[in-house]
T-cell receptor
């Protein structure tokens, strides 16, 4: 069954350090996509990065990169040079095909990241 | 910019009431989703829709139904609200592109069932 697992409920990181947020997934669909979203205390959901299952290279968006290890079914988010504004809840998500032409997108339980000054 | 609008930011209802949560998107997206967000559980998919009148159950559809009569509007219905349906409800829409798919979220509705 389709599943997303985030094993770190909370993390504390010193400002300017790099941080890795873990995400593992389970799917039987050969075609799928992986996302990361950020949710600050305001509650809005901010798209960070996307990786397709057939993409040969790891996705990068500015300070964000997705460490995609297909054989291990992991899609960890790496934030380089963390900033105070990175303090937020982070969600990993996965898209796979539903029974129809729809894409089913499910989320993990999230990791709360706190950056220390 | 894509706009996904949820009709209410806060809603208080009584047990047993029928509750409608409305969501409208302005970008002609085919796919729309309803999630509920609870602390420690993340976002859980209730229902999703890929076209007018077409819907699929998500992971937690029990106690909910949906309606999509027009492409831009996706409604979540609680037939008989219960206290365990107190939660933050998030609507989203998406459009698949060659570079991937991106979900656009509304600002959420915090529903309290008393």
């Amino acid at each position: 069954a389709q599943k997303i697992t985030q094993t770190q409920p909370g993390m504390f990181v010193q400002e300017k350090e790099a941080v890795t947020l873990d995400c593992t997934y389970d799917t039987s669909d050969p075609s799928y996509g992986l996302f990361w979203y950020k949710q600050p205390s305001s509650g809005e959901m901010i798209f960070l990065i996307y990786q397709g299952s057939y993409d040969q290279q790891n996705a990068t968006e500015g300070r964000y990169s997705l460490n995609f290890q297909k054989a291990r079914k992991s899609a960890n988010l790496v934030i380089s040079a963390s900033q105070l504004g990175d303090s937020a809840m982070y969600f990993c998500a996965m898209r796979e095909q539903g029974y129809s032409s729809a894409s089913k997108i499910i989320f993990g339980s999230g990791t709360r990241l706190s950056i220390r000054p | 910019d894509v706009k996904v609008t949820q009709s209410s930011r806060y809603l208080v209802k009584r047990t047993g009431e029928k509750v409608f949560l409305e969501c409208v998107q302005d970008m002609d997206h085919e796919n729309m989703f309803w999630y509920r967000q609870d602390p420690g559980l993340g976002l859980r998919l209730i229902y999703f829709s890929y076209d007018v009148k077409m819907k699929e159950k998500g992971d937690i559809p029990e106690g909910y139904s949906v309606s999509r009569e027009k492409k831009e509007r996706f409604s979540l219905i609680l037939e008989s609200a219960s206290t365990n349906q107190t939660s933050m409800y998030l609507c989203a829409s998406s459009w698949p592109t060659i570079s991937g798919e991106k979900l656009f979220f509304g600002s959420g509705t915090q529903l309290s069932v008393l």
